[in-house]
């Protein structure tokens, strides 16, 4: 750090051996966090579409019929449909909220977008990570054989 405390950018070329090894396990992490957590935040976009379309199915001819409600993912608990138009929606963390179609639909759609920019973000970050991750390697591996290139063959 300068005097201002500003951290320095220091060339990968300029690092030792053991200062290249530790920077590619910390990228090397960053790309397993980055790649789970892509992996995670397409899995719940998917989720809020299937929720968007389910509640695009519901119409008014629904009333009195039979339908499974999930009290957990593997446990459901049979029941008839009073109000088609009012429905219960999770807002996370446990949190249900009473809404109408509509604003089911419109709920679910911007959580779906919100999650597509957290995708868009996601996967610019990662293919840097990569590259950052290709630069060390060759960096590492150069330093290696140059260190190799320097201890003398032992003759038999």
């Known amino acids: 750090m300068n005097a201002s405390g500003d951290k320095k950018a220091v060339p990968i070329g300029d690092l030792s051996i053991e200062r290249l090894s530790a920077l590619q396990k910390q990228v090397e992490h960053e790309i397993t966090f ?10 719940f976009e998917a989720k809020f579409a299937a929720s968007e379309q389910a509640v695009s199915s519901i119409n008014s001819s629904m009333q009195g019929n ?21 429905l219960l929606v ?8 009473e809404m109408n ?33 290709q630069a060390i390697n060759e960096n590492l591996q150069k330093k ?10 032992s003759s038999k």
């Not at 054989?145 to 201890?151: L, T």
């Open 34 to 43: 980055f790649a789970e957590s892509l992996n995670e935040l397409k899995i």
């Open 66 to 86: 039979k339908a499974l409600i999930p009290l957990s993912e593997s446990m459901y608990i049979s029941a008839v449909v009073a109000d088609p138009s009012k």
């Open 90 to 97: 999770e807002i996370g963390t446990g949190y249900f909220v």
């Open 101 to 133: 179609v509509e604003k089911a639909k419109d709920f679910f759609k911007r959580k779906q977008e919100y999650l597509k920019k957290q995708i868009a973000t996601v996967e610019e970050i990662l293919p840097e990570k990569r590259r950052a991750r």
């Open 144 to 153: 290696v054989q140059a260190v190799c290139a320097q201890i003398p063959l």
